[in-house]
């Protein structure tokens, strides 16, 4: 099954892409957006879910999104022309590490997509290119509660625990301004919502030939959920600023 496909089902009734509610990313934005009329980037939008929450709640704000997923950029498209914001928010297809723009950014979001840039260093590196002076980063990553298992590290990759990563932002030169840890309710609400969604849709077009491949993947991500990351897995998105003087470790270090 289209990986994109698989993601943008998946994410049907949870579009925020990550393990938040609508309270939380909607305090993180109105921390990270003081003025209200701030150019905002999102690298790696999705569905645009981020952006739609800042442009609803700033009349001010203006935004731009980068996705390789041209459904998932045609989906944001409908809801901001449902929405009414369609005429500030510019959507780009295209690989966001490679994206370039005339202008700069107030705030540069990149929250569940860092691995479209090789880690949290490179991703900041990319988002250090785009940020206006005084601006702001907002990211969000995982990290262990507790100690993984070699199959958590496995499903999930090289993450490290919460201070180390705090540390490793600081040490590329940023400052933390705000953040969230996301709670265990939000956690298993993203899980059930991501693994539910896919096995409806499976169930729901049982002649399609995505569906049997839909519900074995939706199976698959629930056993790995409770039996093997759900109690060493966590999320932190972190609004940084960049530190004065800081002299920032190589991308990719």
């Not at 609803?56 to 459904?71: F, I, L, N, Y």
């Not at 990149?110 to 590196?125: D, E, I, K, N, S």
Request: net charge negative.
């Amino acid at each position: 099954m289209d990986r994109q496909v698989l993601s943008l089902i998946a994410h049907g009734d949870h579009p925020i892409a990550a393990p938040l509610d609508d309270g939380s990313v909607r305090r993180l934005l109105a921390r990270a957006l003081p003025r209200g009329d701030e150019r905002v980037l999102d690298l790696g939008c999705g569905q645009a879910a981020w952006l739609m929450r800042a442009l609803t709640a700033h009349p001010g704000v203006r935004a731009e999104g980068v996705d390789t997923s041209a459904a998932a950029l045609a989906r944001a498209g409908r809801e901001a022309d449902r929405l009414g914001v369609r005429d500030r928010l510019l959507l780009h297809h295209r690989d966001a590490s490679g994206f370039t723009a005339p202008h700069a950014f107030d705030l540069v979001l990149c929250v569940g997509a860092l691995h479209a840039f090789g880690g949290l260093p490179r991703t900041l590196a990319a988002a250090r290119r785009h940020l206006a002076p005084g601006g702001r980063v907002l990211v969000g990553d995982g990290y262990w509660e507790g100690e993984p298992s070699a199959g958590a590290v496995e499903m999930l990759g090289d993450l490290t625990d919460l201070a180390t990563t705090l540390d490793r932002v600081v040490a590329e030169g940023w400052t933390p301004v705000d953040g969230h840890l996301s709670t265990r309710g939000e956690l298993d609400a993203y899980e059930w919502a991501w693994t539910g969604s896919l096995a409806a849709w499976a169930l729901d077009h049982p002649d399609d030939p995505d569906s049997a491949p839909a519900l074995a993947e939706a199976t698959a991500h629930r056993e790995g959920w409770l039996g093997v990351y759900r109690d060493v897995f966590g999320f932190v998105c972190v609004t940084l600023r960049e530190t004065p003087g800081a002299a920032p470790a190589a991308p990719g270090v």
